[in-house]
């Protein structure tokens, strides 16, 4: 029962790093209907420069803020150079073009930085300490605690802000937004730069627990995909507690269910993201698609 | 006949001009080449089937590689097992990854392009590790070796009368595959001309107006399912044969993508699309990881990192600019610029003779 509740916390804490990246692809999906297959390459990104600025001496908690203010002016700049000029294209074209991006991301990755694995330093402690009978390492409590802090600063300023109301609004209703005076494409731009700050958290998170390569990513945003599809794709709230509960599944799945194991943990994930999308299309939190003819 | 062929149109002809051009290409490069091309035509084959689901019907797939990873394991385990000729499992692989991809359909019908390709996304992220579990069945991470097989008699007969030179066996696995693209591309001009082509696009258009005019909405989006899949799996059969093994790391996200540029930089929804774009995505990475150890002036490190990273950036780039430039692929830029040069010549004739040119859009 010990060991269950462990794999419960640990779990918690791995699906705050999927709940902070499939935050990430609810924030690009709001603002524009898109499902961005480049973020946790994004996030591998930032997460490289979090590293270059560690290893320079930099302290980790200097270095986490300014590397959050590096990826939201690049997630900025994607928007402008890239997502820009076709932002009224199919949804076939623009998930075309940011899987390109995700491949130019990983190849400027691996030439800028190699394809050596490096482990990347922890900020927190590697000792545990005992809640009620139940041993939680300091890593967990720290993701924990990090991720909370971010999801709801995300929080305050969508719904307390006014940016964060334009913001809304832009994605809500174009049209009505620029007759009012919003700057639309910006606000498309702004919520790039913000989905990419909040991936760029997930990155930082996870390259402790896994070895930082160019591919770190790639099944981790398999895992977010999930938790965004499990909480409905459009629903901030929704990726969190999507989040969440792949992070306790996947962990339990791999302890609990004969034959998983490590490797198959991914294909839970493609279970889970099937499942969903054949019983419950629109997820937990998410509102039904009604189609207009 | 003769009057036939003389009033061909001039397309017509170009197909027998590639045709005889790709009959006799191998005769004079090198075995090594030769299996190059023909992985690149096998390349051509699963990307015409992409072309199919994607270009015609409207339904955009990333987990391609899972079939072409199904298609080569089928035939690589029924030779093993049962120790049948090879080439005899290349048709079962295709119905197989074809009844696979049909019934993959059913489901892929509830949901939207977005939600269809991040599931396929996730399944070909997965397929490798999928792979790998079953050992006894698979070979495990190890997989499979393929024995590839020499030429018979009849084929190498006929290559020596012509060329004077024995045939190898990787010219023997590049006239198979190469029949294969030839019957597989007829058949797929042949259906798409047709009114099973004709519904596909008219779903990808509007699949409200397609059903309001009678169109079969479901039947033909599992039926292209099925189709791109069964291509696929003749794709992945070659695929094995070509490399001479199967294992799980042939299979990874890369080998979707590279169908996904391939389509994409080809020009979806053609015929001739698929084989310009299977050149281009087979050679580019090839080209692009050779080009940096040729630099004499470079480092030595920055060259090993630049052949790792060249190809997936010069992909990436390459894609990004295509879709925003030039989405209808290099098709669509040949089309463009015959249209043009043939307006432009079309309207230096009129003004001799005083008549208007017609408006292209209403021939």
Same mark, same amino acid.
């Given at each position: 029962m010990q060991e269950f509740f462990q794999l419960v916390v640990s779990g918690i804490a791995t699906g705050g790093i999927f709940a902070s990246l499939a935050l990430a692809l609810v924030l690009i999906y709001n603002a524009m209907g898109l499902v961005n297959f480049a973020q946790g390459e994004m996030a591998m990104f930032a997460t490289f420069v979090a590293y270059e600025l560690i290893i320079r001496g930099v302290s980790f908690w200097i270095a986490f803020p300014v590397t959050l203010v590096l990826a939201f002016g690049g997630g900025i700049a994607i928007q402008r150079i890239v997502i820009r000029p076709v932002e009224r294209a199919p949804v076939l074209t623009l998930v075309i073009i940011t899987l390109g991006l995700a491949t130019t991301i990983n190849g400027l990755a691996g030439f800028l930085f190699g394809y050596v694995p490096a482990s990347f330093p922890s900020p927190f402690s590697v000792r545990t300490i005992d809640v009620l009978g139940v041993y939680v390492g300091y890593q967990d409590l720290g993701v924990i605690a990090v991720t909370a802090v971010v999801l709801l600063a995300v929080y305050l300023l969508l719904e307390h802000t006014t940016v964060g109301l334009t913001l809304r609004a832009a994605a809500f209703h174009p049209e009505a937004s620029r007759l009012l005076g919003v700057h639309v494409s910006w606000m498309l731009a702004l919520g790039w730069g913000l989905a990419s700050a909040v991936g760029a958290v997930s990155g930082i998170l996870v390259a402790p627990v896994l070895l930082l390569d160019p591919d770190m990513m790639q099944s981790i945003i398999i895992y977010a995909f999930a938790a965004a599809v499990l909480g409905g794709i459009e629903s901030p709230l929704g990726a969190v507690v999507g989040g969440l509960v792949v992070g306790v599944t996947i962990n339990l799945a791999g302890a609990y269910i004969p034959h998983v194991g490590g490797d198959l943990q991914l294909a839970v994930g493609l279970a889970i993201i099937i499942a969903v999308l054949i019983l419950k299309p629109n997820g937990l939190f998410g509102r039904a698609a009604v189609r207009r003819v | 006949m003769i009057e036939r062929l003389r009033t061909a149109p001039p397309r017509y002809w170009l197909v027998g001009l590639v045709v005889l051009f790709f009959l006799g290409f191998p005769t004079v490069i090198s075995s090594f080449l030769a299996s190059e091309w023909s992985q690149a035509l096998v390349l051509a084959i699963a990307i015409m089937g992409l072309n199919i689901l994607v270009g015609y019907s409207g339904q955009l797939s990333l987990g391609h590689g899972a079939f072409i990873a199904l298609g080569a394991y089928t035939s690589a385990i029924i030779v093993h097992h049962f120790? &049948?000729?090879? /080439? /005899?499992t290349i048709p079962i692989a295709g119905i197989l990854t074809g009844v696979v991809g049909f019934l993959f359909g059913v489901p892929a019908l509830r949901l939207s392009a977005l939600y269809l390709a991040l599931a396929t996304f996730a399944l070909a992220v997965v397929t490798p590790s999928l792979i790998k579990r079953p050992t006894e069945l698979t %070979? %495990? &991470?190890?997989g499979i070796l393929i024995a590839q097989p020499d030429p018979p008699q009849f084929a190498s007969n006929v290559y020596s009368t012509i060329t004077g030179s024995a045939m190898t066996s990787e010219q023997w696995i590049y006239y198979v595959t190469l029949f294969c693209a030839l019957l597989l591309f007829w058949l797929a001009w042949n259906l798409l001309r047709h009114r099973p082509g004709r519904a596909m696009r008219a779903i990808r258009d509007s699949e409200v107006a397609a059903a309001a005019s009678g169109v079969n909405i479901a039947g033909y989006k599992t039926l292209a399912f099925g189709i791109s899949a069964f291509y696929a799996g003749v794709a992945g059969s070659l695929f094995g044969l070509g490399i001479g093994f199967v294992s799980p790391d042939a299979f990874p996200v890369g080998l979707s993508i590279q169908l996904l540029v391939g389509t994409v930089i080809g020009g979806l929804a053609s015929i001739p699309g698929p084989l310009l774009g299977a050149i281009f995505a087979y050679f580019l990475p090839i080209y692009a990881s050779q080009w940096a150890p040729n630099q004499t002036w470079l480092p030595a490190q920055i060259t090993a990192t630049v052949k790792n990273a060249g190809p997936a950036v010069s992909y990436g780039v390459i894609l990004i600019l295509v879709m925003i430039f030039a989405p209808n692929g290099i098709v669509g830029l040949v089309t463009r610029g015959y249209g043009a040069l043939s307006r432009r010549l079309r309207g230096a004739g009129d003004r001799e003779t005083g008549h208007v040119p017609p408006d292209p859009q209403t021939v």
């Amino acid at each position: 029962m010990q060991e269950f509740f462990q794999l419960v916390v640990s779990g918690i804490a791995t699906g705050g790093i999927f709940a902070s990246l499939a935050l990430a692809l609810v924030l690009i999906y709001n603002a524009m209907g898109l499902v961005n297959f480049a973020q946790g390459e994004m996030a591998m990104f930032a997460t490289f420069v979090a590293y270059e600025l560690i290893i320079r001496g930099v302290s980790f908690w200097i270095a986490f803020p300014v590397t959050l203010v590096l990826a939201f002016g690049g997630g900025i700049a994607i928007q402008r150079i890239v997502i820009r000029p076709v932002e009224r294209a199919p949804v076939l074209t623009l998930v075309i073009i940011t899987l390109g991006l995700a491949t130019t991301i990983n190849g400027l990755a691996g030439f800028l930085f190699g394809y050596v694995p490096a482990s990347f330093p922890s900020p927190f402690s590697v000792r545990t300490i005992d809640v009620l009978g139940v041993y939680v390492g300091y890593q967990d409590l720290g993701v924990i605690a990090v991720t909370a802090v971010v999801l709801l600063a995300v929080y305050l300023l969508l719904e307390h802000t006014t940016v964060g109301l334009t913001l809304r609004a832009a994605a809500f209703h174009p049209e009505a937004s620029r007759l009012l005076g919003v700057h639309v494409s910006w606000m498309l731009a702004l919520g790039w730069g913000l989905a990419s700050a909040v991936g760029a958290v997930s990155g930082i998170l996870v390259a402790p627990v896994l070895l930082l390569d160019p591919d770190m990513m790639q099944s981790i945003i398999i895992y977010a995909f999930a938790a965004a599809v499990l909480g409905g794709i459009e629903s901030p709230l929704g990726a969190v507690v999507g989040g969440l509960v792949v992070g306790v599944t996947i962990n339990l799945a791999g302890a609990y269910i004969p034959h998983v194991g490590g490797d198959l943990q991914l294909a839970v994930g493609l279970a889970i993201i099937i499942a969903v999308l054949i019983l419950k299309p629109n997820g937990l939190f998410g509102r039904a698609a009604v189609r207009r003819v | 006949m003769i009057e036939r062929l003389r009033t061909a149109p001039p397309r017509y002809w170009l197909v027998g001009l590639v045709v005889l051009f790709f009959l006799g290409f191998p005769t004079v490069i090198s075995s090594f080449l030769a299996s190059e091309w023909s992985q690149a035509l096998v390349l051509a084959i699963a990307i015409m089937g992409l072309n199919i689901l994607v270009g015609y019907s409207g339904q955009l797939s990333l987990g391609h590689g899972a079939f072409i990873a199904l298609g080569a394991y089928t035939s690589a385990i029924i030779v093993h097992h049962f120790k &049948v000729d090879y /080439l /005899l499992t290349i048709p079962i692989a295709g119905i197989l990854t074809g009844v696979v991809g049909f019934l993959f359909g059913v489901p892929a019908l509830r949901l939207s392009a977005l939600y269809l390709a991040l599931a396929t996304f996730a399944l070909a992220v997965v397929t490798p590790s999928l792979i790998k579990r079953p050992t006894e069945l698979t %070979g %495990g &991470v190890q997989g499979i070796l393929i024995a590839q097989p020499d030429p018979p008699q009849f084929a190498s007969n006929v290559y020596s009368t012509i060329t004077g030179s024995a045939m190898t066996s990787e010219q023997w696995i590049y006239y198979v595959t190469l029949f294969c693209a030839l019957l597989l591309f007829w058949l797929a001009w042949n259906l798409l001309r047709h009114r099973p082509g004709r519904a596909m696009r008219a779903i990808r258009d509007s699949e409200v107006a397609a059903a309001a005019s009678g169109v079969n909405i479901a039947g033909y989006k599992t039926l292209a399912f099925g189709i791109s899949a069964f291509y696929a799996g003749v794709a992945g059969s070659l695929f094995g044969l070509g490399i001479g093994f199967v294992s799980p790391d042939a299979f990874p996200v890369g080998l979707s993508i590279q169908l996904l540029v391939g389509t994409v930089i080809g020009g979806l929804a053609s015929i001739p699309g698929p084989l310009l774009g299977a050149i281009f995505a087979y050679f580019l990475p090839i080209y692009a990881s050779q080009w940096a150890p040729n630099q004499t002036w470079l480092p030595a490190q920055i060259t090993a990192t630049v052949k790792n990273a060249g190809p997936a950036v010069s992909y990436g780039v390459i894609l990004i600019l295509v879709m925003i430039f030039a989405p209808n692929g290099i098709v669509g830029l040949v089309t463009r610029g015959y249209g043009a040069l043939s307006r432009r010549l079309r309207g230096a004739g009129d003004r001799e003779t005083g008549h208007v040119p017609p408006d292209p859009q209403t021939v």
